[in-house]
């Protein structure tokens, strides 16, 4: 008896065995950083000596007493709230043409992808860097127009301009799934409109977007969610400074700014807490607002 007993305990351990790696991954690399960084949001510390607890000082300075952290909000709600519906509507209209049953499909969809996979990395923030400088590719194609402008990464009013450009540039993704999207919707609907004398425009406002909603509903919030998080173009193109005069200030290049340039870890942990609060908030907003514009067949 004691023998079944002490082979029943033994074989209710071996799930735990197979779980124990993922454990100790999800410990060690999420919950203790995540735990960590949270504490430390309530402390003065800057990587010397022992955290001291100041309570919300960190959150009350970011908003009363920081000009460059309001500014680095600003920046980025520009960019996503730009960025991220042009790459959308960019990304839908070439999914559609690529719908339309041309020939070499696979290969237009996988040179389309290729931005996406590419596009954040910092030999792209390089290269870009030199298309919409004072004498690359942008200008010099403006200049056959007689039109001059300055140096776009160089100048305050322009310069998001060329990071956004880039984000709508990686539309590879979101394409992907709106092809994908595109192609469960039945002929019959269209076939029937047709009957009706609908022309494509009304297809397109009555059919193809109401059946789509579902995927604009994904694409936007995991859109949303990486504009939020985007660092390398800022960083690259801007060497780190955010410039010119704080024009590509983003919000996770100021954080990284305080935490590994100023040596202040609390002050940057309280800011990386506020940027989870702000796409937790959206991403909220975004499913609530979707009973009133999102479709599903059910």
Same mark, same amino acid.
């Given at each position: 008896?004691?023998?079944k007993?002490a082979?029943?305990?033994?074989e209710?351990?071996?799930?735990?065995?197979?779980?124990?790696?993922?454990m /100790?991954?999800v410990?060690?690399f999420?919950?203790i950083?995540?735990?960590t960084? *949270?504490?430390?949001?309530?402390?003065?510390? %800057?990587?010397?000596?022992?955290p001291?607890?100041?309570?919300l000082?960190?959150y009350?300075?970011?908003?009363? +007493? $920081?000009?460059?952290?309001?500014?680095?909000?600003k920046?980025?709600?520009?960019?996503v709230f !730009?960025? !991220?519906p042009?790459?959308?509507a960019f990304?839908?209209? *070439?999914?559609?043409?690529?719908?339309?049953g041309i020939s070499?499909?696979?290969m237009?969809?996988?040179?389309?992808?290729?931005?996406?996979?590419?596009?954040?990395? !910092?030999?792209v923030?390089i290269l870009?860097?030199?298309?919409?400088?004072e $004498?690359g /590719? !942008? %200008?010099?194609?403006?200049?056959?127009?007689?039109? $001059?402008?300055?140096?776009w990464?160089?100048?305050?009013?322009h310069a998001?301009?060329?990071?956004?450009?880039l984000k709508?540039?990686?539309?590879?993704s979101?394409?992907?799934?709106?092809?994908?999207?595109?192609?469960q /919707?039945?002929?019959d609907f269209y076939?029937?409109s047709? *009957?009706?004398?609908a022309g494509?425009?009304?297809q397109?406002?009555?059919?193809t977007?109401?059946m789509?909603?579902?995927?604009?509903?994904?694409?936007?919030?995991?859109q949303?969610?990486?504009?939020f998080?985007?660092?390398?173009?800022?960083?690259?193109?801007?060497?780190?400074?955010?410039?010119?005069?704080?024009?590509?200030?983003?919000?996770?290049?100021?954080?990284?700014?305080?935490g590994?340039?100023n040596?202040?870890?609390?002050?940057?942990?309280?800011?990386?807490w506020v940027l989870? /609060?702000?796409?937790?908030?959206?991403t909220w907003?975004?499913?609530q607002?979707? +009973?009133?514009?999102?479709?599903? $067949?059910n």
């Amino acid at each position: 008896m004691r023998t079944k007993l002490a082979r029943r305990r033994s074989e209710g351990l071996i799930p735990y065995l197979f779980l124990a790696p993922w454990m /100790i991954g999800v410990l060690a690399f999420s919950a203790i950083p995540i735990f960590t960084s *949270l504490y430390l949001s309530f402390t003065n510390y %800057n990587f010397v000596g022992t955290p001291n607890w100041i309570g919300l000082r960190n959150y009350i300075t970011m908003f009363t +007493n $920081d000009p460059q952290y309001l500014q680095s909000l600003k920046v980025t709600f520009t960019y996503v709230f !730009v960025a !991220v519906p042009l790459e959308l509507a960019f990304a839908l209209s *070439l999914a559609m043409l690529l719908n339309r049953g041309i020939s070499g499909l696979g290969m237009y969809r996988s040179l389309y992808y290729m931005p996406s996979l590419i596009g954040g990395s !910092v030999a792209v923030a390089i290269l870009w860097r030199q298309v919409f400088g004072e $004498d690359g /590719i !942008v %200008n010099q194609a403006l200049g056959i127009f007689g039109i $001059d402008m300055p140096s776009w990464i160089g100048t305050p009013s322009h310069a998001v301009w060329a990071l956004i450009l880039l984000k709508v540039w990686q539309f590879g993704s979101p394409m992907i799934i709106f092809l994908a999207g595109l192609k469960q /919707i039945p002929n019959d609907f269209y076939e029937a409109s047709s *009957l009706d004398g609908a022309g494509r425009w009304k297809q397109f406002a009555h059919i193809t977007l109401p059946m789509l909603t579902p995927i604009v509903l994904f694409n936007a919030i995991m859109q949303m969610i990486s504009s939020f998080q985007a660092f390398t173009p800022a960083y690259v193109i801007s060497e780190g400074t955010g410039g010119p005069v704080n024009s590509t200030l983003f919000y996770t290049l100021y954080l990284y700014q305080n935490g590994f340039g100023n040596f202040q870890m609390g002050y940057a942990s309280s800011m990386a807490w506020v940027l989870f /609060i702000i796409i937790g908030v959206f991403t909220w907003l975004a499913f609530q607002s979707s +009973n009133k514009w999102v479709h599903y $067949d059910n």
